[in-house]
Nanobody
């Protein structure tokens, strides 16, 4: 059974930081491209950051320079370090694992940026 379990979300003030984690089980983690997506109320789900098996990364323009994605293959975990958070970063953040046409999603973790 494949599971992606996100953690680390919560309420933070503007300018603050959070670190999201996604622990994977039931997959051969190191062959999967991992990504973080987010969905705000009334908006489509969007890619925030991705990291492939070679550890090459890509970011949405809106988070470039503020967010950092990383992976620890020994722990089957992908991270998203989020700094300088803004109210517009408020969303449910989802972990995604993808290889070829197969993909899995986590259940999501809420991030709220508000004073």
């Amino acid at each position: 059974q494949v599971q992606l379990v996100e953690s680390g979300g919560g309420l933070v003030q503007p300018g603050g930081s959070l670190r999201l984690s996604c622990a994977a089980s039931g997959i051969v983690f190191n062959i999967y491209t991992m990504g973080w997506y987010r969905q705000a109320p009334g908006k489509q789900r969007e890619l925030v950051a991705g990291i492939n098996t070679y550890r090459a990364t890509n970011y949405a323009d809106s988070v470039q320079g503020r967010f950092t994605i990383s992976r620890d293959n020994a722990k089957n975990t992908v991270y998203l370090q989020m700094n300088s958070l803004k109210p517009e970063d408020t969303a449910v953040y989802y972990c995604n694992a993808r290889v070829m046409v197969t993909e899995y999603w986590g259940q999501g973790t809420q991030v709220t940026v508000s004073s």
